[in-house]
């Protein structure tokens, strides 16, 4: 079954936020905060694969 559009282009937002971050500082010194910040999610969005 195809992936959701929604869910690749969250996906992206966050590969593209932790790669931007990374251009910036350390892998130990980046959040959660900091990435969903930048990729313009919410908290539970960014733990939502996690729970699976």
Do not use: W
């Amino acid at each position: 079954m195809p992936q959701d559009l929604r869910i690749k282009k969250t996906k992206l937002a966050i590969r593209q936020a932790v790669l931007g971050l990374l251009a910036e500082k350390p892998f130990k010194k980046i959040t959660v905060a900091e990435i969903i910040h930048t990729a313009e999610i919410n908290r539970g969005t960014f733990y939502v694969p996690l729970s699976r």
